[in-house]
């Protein structure tokens, strides 16, 4: 029995197939969480800090001293 020979054109036609079936739903699902706002943090969050924001705790490590978080005044 031999072995059976790829050649590069099937190679390429695999990676193109790779790419097109996981590419084309995380394009999808991006633009649906983009349209209804779950990629983005508020400009309030960002300047907080996520962890402080979302979660309610510092990312500053036992041995490293603990600057105080100061909330951003909101625009009117």
Do not use: H, K, Y
């Not at 349209?35 to 402080?52: K, T």
């Amino acid at each position: 029995m031999g072995a059976g020979e790829i050649t590069p054109w099937w190679q390429l036609a695999g990676v193109v197939a790779t790419m097109l079936v996981s590419g084309v739903p995380a394009l999808l699902l991006c633009l649906v969480f983009e349209r209804f706002g779950g990629l983005r943090a508020s400009e309030q969050e960002e300047l907080v800090g996520l962890d402080q924001a979302r979660w309610g705790v510092s990312n500053f490590a036992d041995d490293l001293e603990a600057v105080p978080v100061v909330e951003p005044q909101v625009r009117a």
